[in-house]
């Protein structure tokens, strides 16, 4: 449903030592330690020097060490002036490869230095030192490279927000009207989604002069994947009627084979469907694993709860077969579908709205119009939760046979 969303991959590489060391200055192991001190005062961005002997790396001194630790006092360099640096070389310096990537790189040396005393480190390649890297150097790097990945990932988070935000518009333009009349049949739906992108759906269909078809849906889980099935279901279900199937369980089980092949048992979507006979007064139906479905009889004003399955959900197993069932459906009738969206609605010490809230919802609004009646039902959930967004999708799909 979302389309590719692209995005510079330079955001996303991230910089090696090799990319911000500097070149270091080598001095030779045996250097007096004058000639080193003075090497640093005539330099005084010099923070360490590598000592090298025919081009092969033998240890370090640095300027901190130099002078903080062995020259500090007064007659340290009348004492150690002639003596070779290697004598002060720096017992345990901080050694990197070129390749460490300064993300790395800055565990690497909190682990080694936690207070962060270290002022430089040298980068080292087999035997051959390399360069150096000062840490203010490094801190730097690592700011920069936060701030541009802070950026590509605004910029990705926006153009997925714009992408989401199309992707839902798509889904809605994919559901019928909410209100529609066929025969002295109302019908009336709504839905609300937990995200920008929901699992739920419905839909009706006209097959034949006295037939309408009714079906409400539910994927696992919300969001772009549950979005995509609902999509896959939808197109599959309008493709099984373009080439005639029209019963409950072939559409079920044609649906089921579309899902199977798209979702590999990732996601289930379960499913009712029912078909309405206005010329006989029946509806068949069929149920894949979805929430039992009420009708309120008008003759007996008793409202019974459709307490049969007739195969597991969409997409648990392809070869799945599902029964079909029929019961009368006489003018002064009403069949309500649901997803499980509104029993399983809960506010803040837990407690669920239920079925019992939900059948007193059913029967108080039986006067009013199908339309009127699940668009009241998704409010009283709201209200129930108590929160702006309820926690899963819950859709009403109602149908009611209008005396003639």
């Given at each position: 449903m979302l389309g590719t969303i692209g995005v510079d991959e330079s955001h996303y590489f991230i910089p090696c030592l090799r990319d911000i060391m500097m070149m270091a200055k080598e001095i030779?192991?045996?250097?007096?330690?004058?000639?080193?001190?003075?090497?640093?005062?005539?330099d005084t961005s010099l923070l360490v020097?590598?000592?090298?002997?025919?081009?092969?790396?033998?240890?370090?001194?640095?300027?901190?060490?130099?002078?903080?630790?062995?020259?500090?006092r007064?007659?340290?360099?009348?004492?150690?002036s002639n003596k070779p640096i290697v004598d002060l070389k720096d017992d345990k310096p901080v050694l990197m490869g070129p390749d460490q990537d300064i993300a790395g790189a800055l565990t690497t040396l909190m682990d080694r230095d936690p207070l962060l005393e270290t002022d430089?480190?040298?980068?080292?390649?087999?035997?051959?030192?390399?360069?150096?890297?000062?840490?203010?150097?490094?801190?730097?790097?690592?700011?920069?490279?936060?701030?541009?990945?802070?950026?590509?990932?605004?910029?990705?988070?926006?153009?997925?927000?714009?992408?989401?935000?199309?992707?839902?518009?798509?889904?809605?333009?994919?559901?019928?009207?909410?209100?529609?009349?066929?025969?002295?049949i109302q019908v009336g739906a709504c839905i609300t989604t937990s995200t920008e992108i929901g699992g739920d759906f419905y839909d009706y269909f006209v097959c034949g002069d006295n037939r309408l078809g009714l079906i409400i849906a539910d994927v696992s889980g919300h969001g772009v994947q549950s979005g995509m099935v609902t999509t896959a279901a939808k197109a599959s279900l309008h493709t099984l009627?373009?080439?005639?199937?029209?019963?409950?369980?072939?559409l079920l089980s044609g649906m089921n084979r579309a899902i199977s092949a798209t979702t590999r048992r990732r996601l289930l979507m379960t499913c009712f469907i029912a078909v309405i006979d206005t010329e006989n007064k029946r509806f068949c139906y069929a149920n894949a694993g979805h929430n039992f479905p009420y009708v309120f009889r008008g003759r007996s004003n008793e409202l019974e709860?459709?307490?049969k399955v007739s195969g597991f959900p969409l997409g648990f197993e392809e070869e799945t077969r599902f029964h079909e069932y029929s019961t009368e459906f006489e003018e002064g009738d009403i069949l309500v579908l649901y997803t499980d969206g509104i029993v399983e609605c809960r506010r803040a010490d837990e407690e669920e709205f239920g079925y019992e809230r939900m059948e007193r919802l059913i029967r108080q609004d039986l006067a009013r119009p199908p339309y009127e009646s699940a668009h009241a039902m998704l409010e009283s959930t709201r209200e129930f939760s108590a929160t702006p967004t309820l926690e899963d999708a819950a859709t009403v799909l109602i149908a009611a046979y209008s005396p003639g």
């Open positions: 030779h192991p045996d250097s007096k330690v004058k000639e080193v001190v003075e090497v640093f005062r005539e020097l590598p000592l090298v002997v025919d081009g092969t790396f033998a240890g370090s001194i640095s300027r901190k060490n130099l002078f903080f630790q062995h020259l500090s007064k007659f340290a360099l009348d004492l150690y430089c480190f040298l980068i080292v390649e087999g035997e051959r030192c390399v360069g150096v890297v000062s840490v203010s150097d490094l801190m730097v790097r690592i700011s920069e490279f936060q701030r541009s990945l802070l950026d590509a990932l605004r910029s990705m988070g926006a153009r997925i927000r714009e992408e989401v935000t199309h992707a839902s518009r798509i889904q809605q333009d994919l559901l019928p009207a909410p209100k529609f009349c066929f025969k002295g009627l373009s080439l005639g199937v029209a019963t409950p369980t072939e709860m459709l307490q």
